[in-house]
């Protein structure tokens, strides 16, 4: 049996239904509980239950964060982060609002969860925290648009496997310009 506890919000799964449902009873007993049956929906992540296996996606977070940074009229873009990048270079203006910067860097790492592809491009967003120019805002505003663009994606945990995990890297040897070393 697998329980996960966050706070006061508890999932609870096994391959055994009767075995959940004495111990959700159990727990009943002691605590008085509401269950709301088959997750649906936990910390910002949507979950879709089917005959491949348990879909995970954060399409109503990303939603959100896109509606936030007004860009739900923006033209969607191929990749989140532009190929070949001066980020490290950027010598614009400071963003004004460095905690609008943060939050924004924040709430994007949280949705690599269910997207990895947008790790890299968080990657090197998040290295301008500390002060951040309108370029780097600018770059993160790029990242939003990808997001808008691609809102049903996530991951899918098959059924039928052994929940292998196949990781593919696109090695970036070198490709920090003020180090030379790989990020």
Not at 85 to 92: D, E, F, I, N
Request: proline share 4%.
């Amino acid at each position: 049996m697998g329980l996960l506890v966050y706070v006061d919000d508890i999932i609870l799964a096994d391959n055994d239904p009767s075995t959940c449902q004495s111990f959700k009873e159990y727990l009943n007993q002691c605590f008085r509980i509401k269950d709301l049956g088959q997750l649906k929906y936990f910390l910002g992540i949507e979950t879709a239950h089917g005959p491949k296996g348990l879909f995970l996606c954060q399409r109503k977070y990303a939603l959100e964060i896109v509606e936030e940074c007004g860009l739900l009229g923006g033209k969607p873009v191929a990749s989140p982060i532009e190929e070949n990048h001066k980020l490290a270079h950027a010598s614009g203006d400071f963003f004004n609002d460095p905690t609008q910067y943060r939050r924004l860097i924040g709430r994007l790492i949280y949705l690599t969860v269910t997207q990895p592809e947008l790790s890299y491009a968080v990657h090197v967003l998040s290295q301008f925290m500390q002060t951040p120019r309108i370029d780097h805002f600018q770059a993160a505003r790029r990242v939003l648009r990808y997001i808008k663009g691609s809102l049903g994606f996530g991951i899918l945990l098959r059924a039928d496997s052994n929940l292998n995990v196949y990781a593919y890297c696109d090695s970036d040897w070198g490709a920090c310009l003020l180090t030379h070393r790989s990020l």
